[in-house]
């Protein structure tokens, strides 16, 4: 036996009993404490970041997003790409899921695109125990400086209304334009939570009704605006996106529309309701409900009520989605948006 890899004789004795867990203790513990999260109001939150984020990560909240990103595929599914609106071209492209939540877009998108990369990112570990090889779940902060090598050629952001406070939101555009190649897509699908109704069924006096307004108001409270779907196109602007392109979609709560796709994309769209309504409600209005913060029992009753509007066939509420998708500058624009700076824009832009 060679010299240098001989066994100290002493080694048993100055480590009786250790295991394999020894060597792994510190970041086993820190990784289960993150996939435990934390409990609250009988429902699990994450526990990764120090300041709070509203929604619960468990299997009930996790239900929602899965019937969102159906619904998502059913407003879509009569486009050339039901997963995305700016265009890929080349399918060798390197992708980003911000807030990928439960996984299933990047999971379909890693399927549509074998040829493809797609990176999941939460402060949640998407609780999936099968994904396709060219598809990656990673449990970070994107608000934490990036450590990814390569640039994305296209990063997709859903329904992260309330994730981010103002400066939040700038740095993580900001984080999106610069972790882009030249002339790559960023993509972003958000809610309006508020509901209306054209026939006048949904009533002032409905809880529906005030429904956006109450927990658009417990956002602002947060210092989290759940308006992102309103505020999204300029701010991807701001950020030096071109090329912006927007669409709207409005999509009925409940199966009452006379269109097959609306009838089918209300059914879907009850469901994401149902599923997750609690889990909207319970840490806005506990923590931040107005005039004081409620009780986990005045949120259950609240809910009940809800609950009863959702499922009366009378009422014909609808809702807003917003898409936006914008490019980064091609190396030719930069070029070109480079020569034309003056010297104090040029210092400006490399701060
Ligand atoms: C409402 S879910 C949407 C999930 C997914 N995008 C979808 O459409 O189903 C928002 C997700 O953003 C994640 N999130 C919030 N803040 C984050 C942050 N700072 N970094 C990474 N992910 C974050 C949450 O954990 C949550 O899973």
């Given at each position: 036996m060679a010299e240098d890899i001989a066994v100290d004789p002493d080694?048993?004795?100055?480590?009786?009993?250790?295991?394999?867990?020894?060597?792994?203790?510190?970041?086993?513990s820190i990784a289960s404490a993150i996939s435990k999260g934390r409990i609250e109001n009988g429902r699990r939150y994450q526990a990764m970041k120090e300041d709070d984020y509203w929604s619960p990560a468990d299997e009930q909240q996790f239900e929602s997003l899965e019937n969102g990103h159906i619904l998502c595929l059913v407003l879509d599914h009569q486009q050339k790409d039901p997963l995305h609106r700016a265009p890929i071209k080349n399918p060798k492209v390197h992708i980003l899921?911000?807030?990928?939540?439960?996984?299933?877009?990047?999971?379909d998108m890693a399927d549509y695109y074998p040829s493809a990369t797609v990176r999941g990112v939460d402060i949640f570990p998407p609780p999936v125990s099968w994904m396709p090889p060219n598809c990656v779940f990673e449990v970070d902060d994107i608000l934490r400086e990036w450590t990814?090598?390569?640039?994305?050629?296209?990063?997709?952001?859903?329904?992260?209304?309330?994730?981010?406070?103002?400066?939040?939101?700038?740095?993580?555009?900001d984080r999106c334009y610069k972790g882009l190649n030249p002339g790559g897509w960023i993509e972003q699908l958000e809610f309006d939570i508020n509901l209306q109704s054209e026939d006048g069924s949904l009533k002032p006096e409905h809880h529906l009704s005030s429904w956006g307004k109450n927990m658009i108001a417990c956002g602002e409270r947060a210092g989290r605006p759940l308006t992102t779907q309103k505020t999204m196109k300029s701010a991807i602007e701001k950020a030096g996106f071109v090329d912006v392109h927007e669409h709207v979609y409005k999509v009925p709560l409940g199966p009452w529309a006379k269109n097959q796709l609306l009838k089918e994309a209300g059914r879907v769209n009850y469901l994401v309701w149902t599923s997750g309504l609690e889990g909207y409600a319970m840490w806005l209005l506990t923590k931040f409900g107005a005039p004081e913060p409620w009780t986990?029992?005045?949120?259950?009753?609240?809910?009940?009520?809800?609950?009863?509007?959702?499922?009366?066939?009378?009422?014909?509420?609808?809702?807003?989605?917003?898409?936006?998708?914008?490019?980064?500058?091609?190396?030719?624009?930069?070029k070109v948006k480079r020569e034309s700076k003056t010297p104090e824009e040029e210092i400006k832009s490399e701060k």
């Open positions: 080694y048993y004795a100055l480590n009786e009993g250790y295991g394999p867990e020894d060597f792994n203790s510190e970041t086993t899921d911000i807030g990928t939540g439960r996984g299933s877009w990047a999971i990814w090598r390569e640039p994305f050629d296209y990063i997709h952001l859903r329904i992260l209304l309330g994730a981010f406070d103002d400066a939040g939101w700038s740095l993580a555009y986990k029992e005045e949120v259950y009753v609240f809910l009940a009520r809800v609950r009863k509007e959702l499922s009366d066939p009378s009422i014909h509420a609808y809702q807003y989605v917003r898409r936006v998708w914008a490019r980064k500058p091609t190396e030719e624009e930069l």
